[in-house]
């Protein structure tokens, strides 16, 4: 019984190891296919982590390319114009560039990158694609795909890219964005915000609907408003603003409208549909659709806005012919008064070149038209009460009215006869801004004016030559410039046959680059002839406020601006960008900008106001004073 009994033992032990060697292989076919799907698990992750460092790959590109390129998209949105790893910035392929990111035998990675998913003028939102092949025999086998969205903000480049000055205010483009400071009694300002129309008085000047420093322009959703479209161009009316956007956010493709602000009682808006006094906010200007419109120009109750082929729209107040279209009635749609596609008028067929620049009081506008680089002629129209159209003729000009010309008129009598004209610039009330103006003599506080830089071959030979009102030395004739008061209507101050800016004293031997008028005086920057442009400097001449270096008195030749720092910020610096407008001037020198002039309400944009205790001349900024608003980071600084 025993032996049966270790017998029976012995034979239930064999199955039993059976069982237990089934279990044991069981389990290490269960640990095995755990093995290989963590080796799958881990291989897959590793693909798709490959594949999200090539997303980012694709949006450091992108970034890279945005920085090169004014933070605007260059590449397309098709297979064919992807910005990637094998393309440039604008989305063409380049055999010399990497087709992969990573690139072998088993697998490659690449990125693309189309659309901006958000654009504004200081970020955007990035959406770049990143892709993982497995490869077999040269055939894709499996695909990783990963997106990764990023926005990148930049910090603001706080050197303006454009400014205008009008009256009482100044506005400027901050990366993309506008900006404006000073009067806002017609909503000029553009944020939404307005005075009811109310003019500013003393001794507050209304600022509590202004301000001192610099607001941001409001915009609307696109069409009715900007949208996120960068602004590439400014200029300032008297109570009014326009600006142009780029619809295509694309400086190697820009699609440029027009949009304008503030006052509206003459048309300004350049929109019949638009018939409110004021605009507190940008709106459209109903210029043809399709036209790329690059520059604009304003002036009193007018503007102009100049297309990529040359032609020339002008729009709004009319009675003395400034929109150019031979007609005196207020215009609330733009007209074509100039350009290629022009049939009548003085331009007709002529491409414009450029627009005058200055302008907030003026009723006259001017342009430079023909064939670069050495057709440039000077053209203008409007008022000449005070001979600011340079036609040399101190009787009836014109058919209706005498005193305006209603078409573009060439300007080639005295200094200006045989002159290849590079720029020119207007400013000045032909009668204290009345429309018409009185028919038996001239108001004591007419300032029109012109001025233009011209040359006969050489650009380094350019020399400054001006026209119109000389009240208060305003064409810088020097002392045998004629000033002072008359009673008819073209007493000896007015000259409307243009003068040479007097060159004997700190303009001789001086190459002029730059030229700007206000309702002051005017200003040149020039450099010796065959000198270092970058020891241009600026010289003024006029008023007191105008001339810059502090002098209490009148300048009737240029003189050196002189900053009041010490040292010199001006006197050991490039002086450029030189602009003027209203009653006042800006320049940059050293990265920064300095203005000076009319401060009464806050224009010159350091954050004051100068009032009659203004030392050493009541209401002004007497020298060049920086301009320090928007510093949000750094010491960086716009106009």
Not at 162 to 171: D, F, I, K, L, P
Not at 247 to 270: F, H, I, L, R
Not at 293 to 299: D, E, I, K, Q, R
Request: glycine share 12%; net charge neutral; aromatic share 8%.
């Amino acid at each position: 019984m025993l032996m049966d009994k270790r017998a029976n033992e012995q034979g239930f032990s064999l199955p039993a190891m059976v069982v237990l060697s089934l279990v044991v292989l069981a389990f290490a076919l269960v640990m095995l296919q755990s093995a290989s799907s963590m080796l799958t698990v881990g291989q897959s992750r590793y693909y798709q982590r490959m594949t999200e460092l090539a997303a980012e790959a694709g949006v450091e590109r992108a970034t890279d390319c945005l920085a090169a390129n004014q933070h605007t998209q260059t590449w397309g949105n098709t297979a064919a114009t992807y910005l990637t790893e094998s393309s440039d910035c604008f989305g063409a392929v380049q055999s010399s560039y990497p087709a992969y990111v990573y690139s072998d035998t088993k697998l490659r990675t690449y990125y693309t990158v189309g659309n901006l998913d958000a654009t504004g003028p200081d970020s955007v939102q990035i959406s770049a694609t990143g892709k993982t092949e497995l490869l077999a025999g040269g055939t894709v086998q499996k695909t990783y795909t990963s997106i990764i969205k990023k926005t990148i903000a930049w910090a603001l480049d706080l050197n303006a890219q454009a400014t205008a000055s009008g009256n009482g205010r100044t506005c400027g483009i901050l990366s993309g964005n506008v900006w404006c400071w000073g009067r806002n009694e017609y909503g000029q300002l553009g944020n939404g915000t307005d005075g009811g129309g109310t003019v500013p008085t003393p001794p507050d000047y209304n600022m509590t609907n202004s301000s001192l420093v610099p607001v941001k322009v409001i915009r609307q959703p696109y069409p009715a408003g900007m949208g996120g479209y960068r602004a590439t161009d400014i200029d300032a009316g008297t109570f009014f603003n326009c600006t142009i956007i780029d619809k295509n956010n694309n400086p190697a493709s820009p699609m440029g409208e027009v949009y304008c602000w503030g006052q509206n009682t003459d048309s300004e808006m350049g929109n019949p549909a638009l018939t409110a006094d004021y605009y507190n906010v940008p709106q459209k200007v109903s210029l043809p659709a399709g036209k790329n419109f690059t520059s604009v120009m304003a002036g009193r109750a007018s503007a102009c806005a100049l297309s990529a082929n040359g032609d020339l729209y002008c729009w709004g107040a009319n009675a003395v012919g400034q929109v150019g279209n031979g007609s005196t009635a207020t215009q609330a749609t733009p007209v074509l008064v100039a350009g290629p596609n022009a049939t009548t008028g003085g331009l007709a067929g002529i491409p414009v070149m450029n627009l005058s620049t200055s302008g907030s009081f003026n009723d006259h506008f001017c342009v430079v038209a023909g064939t670069a680089p050495t057709n440039g002629k000077a053209y203008c129209w409007g008022s000449q009460r005070q001979g600011e159209l340079g036609q040399g003729n101190n009787t009836a000009i014109g058919s209706s009215d005498p005193y305006y010309l209603t078409t573009p008129t060439l300007v080639n009598k005295g200094a200006m006869a045989g002159l290849i004209i590079s720029a020119i610039s207007v400013e000045g009330r032909s009668n204290n801004q009345d429309r018409v103006g009185p028919k038996n003599g001239i108001d004591s506080k007419a300032t029109a004016h012109s001025c233009a830089i011209g040359y006969v071959s050489s650009s380094l030979n350019s020399k400054a030559v001006c026209w119109g009102s000389n009240l208060n030395g305003y064409l810088g004739l020097g002392a045998s410039g004629v000033m002072g008061l008359g009673s008819n209507y073209f007493p000896a101050w007015i000259y409307s046959t243009p003068q040479n800016v007097d060159a004997t004293g700190l303009l001789n031997n001086k190459t002029v680059t730059e030229i700007a008028t206000s309702d002051m005086g005017s200003c040149v920057i020039a450099y010796p002839v065959g000198g270092n442009a970058n020891t241009s400097q600026a010289y003024c001449w006029g008023l007191a406020g105008a001339r810059g270096d502090g002098n209490t008195t009148r300048a009737v030749s240029p003189v050196l601006v002189v900053d009041q720092y010490t040292p010199s910020i001006f006197g050991s610096n490039k002086v450029h960008n030189l602009i003027g407008g209203g009653q006042r001037f800006c320049a940059l020198a050293n990265g920064k900008s300095y203005c000076w002039g009319n401060n009464i309400v806050g224009q010159i944009g350091d954050g004051t106001q100068s009032d009659a205790s203004a030392t050493p001349i009541p209401y002004m900024v007497a020298q060049p004073t920086e301009a320090k608003f928007l510093s949000p980071t750094g010491n960086q600084y716009i106009y």
